[in-house]
């Protein structure tokens, strides 16, 4: 993992101006700031950036392009903003995508095939629809949205997905296709009713299973998968 300078640069800027930031910087914090549109040009000379972070801003709106010519990124936070949409062309050595606590409804972007980790906590997506382009993902969570089931396939190209978050969402049915190389799933506050084992023998590899707060009656031996160790099961008590 790339090691990043803890130099943070001066925020005092109105509204909508042009930031103006050092050439070589690799990382860039803003917090509690309030910059409702973020343009290309405001990024345009910070070729070596690694690392940014805008947190807690106000953001509504990024121009397309913002963040395409930034091809040295390994890690973009843009979390409790206002965004209703993901950012368009995000480079492609784009490594941590961190977008939780926004207005973001749909899940679309362009391939992104060095992405490791993707967040989407609590944002308003009631659903997905392609299957994305993401063949060396290992975490993706995206709890606290308003998702009731996924298409077929969706998960099919998260080959090297070892954790998997859907925890307070609406889901009736633990989603199919899961990729083998899952080693934790959390699935808890939905409104499961049934877990079958036909659905999940071939994670063979999980540990970690989160079932807590939903409204099974049955588990259907899914409990015997190899290499469980974590089942968690609290406030259910109709489950065997």
Known sequence: MASFVNRQVPTEQKNNETLRMPLY??????????????????F???????ELVLSCSGTESIENNTFKALSTLKSLELYKNQLKQIPTFLPSGLEILKLADNSINTLAFSSLCNLQSLILDGNNMESVSAPLKLPRLKYLSMAD??????????????????????????????????PKSLLSLKLEKNQLKTIRLRDMKH????????????????IDGAQLLPNLTTLDLTGIFNAF
């Open 44 to 50: 345009r000379r910070m070729s070596a950036l690694e």
């Open 145 to 178: 949205n308003k998702l009731n089931s996924f298409p077929t396939n969706f998960f099919a190209s998260f080959q090297n997905l070892q954790f998997l978050g859907l925890s307070g969402n609406f889901l009736t049915k633990v989603p199919l296709d899961l």
């Open 25 to 42: 910087i690799i990382m860039v914090y803003y917090h509690t700031n309030f910059f409702f549109l973020f343009k290309i040009m405001d």
């Open 203 to 218: 994670l063979e590899n999980l540990s970690e299973f989160f079932l807590s707060e939903n409204q099974l009656t049955s």
